[in-house]
């Protein structure tokens, strides 16, 4: 089998295992990348694998250069490209996305176990990174200030539960169709004349 028949068949394999997977992403129809790890996870990370024109012959380019690593250290990175390489060698010539991607996910803990946990806390607009044993700073979120006029215009505003009644931002139905009309009308005449 060529080389374009083995990655079309690969990639109507990755279509239907991961339909619906929200980790999985194609960027391409050579280029995908999948999230280990939930979203909110410090220590989820994304691997992108790209096929050049003669895979599964020669190795995916494997990646980890996404925004989404940015918390990740270089070191444990390289580490993790490492372990996925010798991964390629072991299932070159046949498809593999799929072995790599899975690889990945059984090997989470052991990839990033030497990855510090980050946590990020926004504190009045602020983001703070640092480790979980440190308190964040005890800043107090400030009350919005109103004067009595702008309560007084919010409170006209809502009703006594403090929401805005119903409607409040629809379109003006009767004026919007007593304009349509008019403008038929004069249509009507204008078209009537010729």
Known sequence: MAANEDQEMELEALRSIYEGDVCFRELSPVSFQYRIGENGDPKAFLVEVSWP???????????MDAFFNNTISS??????????????????????????????????????????????????????????????????DKKEQLSKTQKRKLADKTDNKGELPRGWNWVDVIKHVSIFKLSFFNLKKILKKY
């Open 53 to 63: 024109a003669t895979y599964p012959q020669t190795a995916p380019v494997i990646s």
């Open 75 to 140: 070191a444990i990175k390289q580490s993790i490209l490492d372990k996925l390489m010798v991964e390629v060698e072991a299932n070159l010539g046949t498809a593999m996305t799929y072995t790599l991607f899975e690889y990945a996910k059984d090997n989470k803990e052991l990839f990033m176990e030497n990855q510090p946990v980050n946590t990020v806390t926004s504190v009045s607009n602020s983001i703070a990174i640092g480790t979980p044993d440190m308190p964040a700073s005890k800043k107090k």
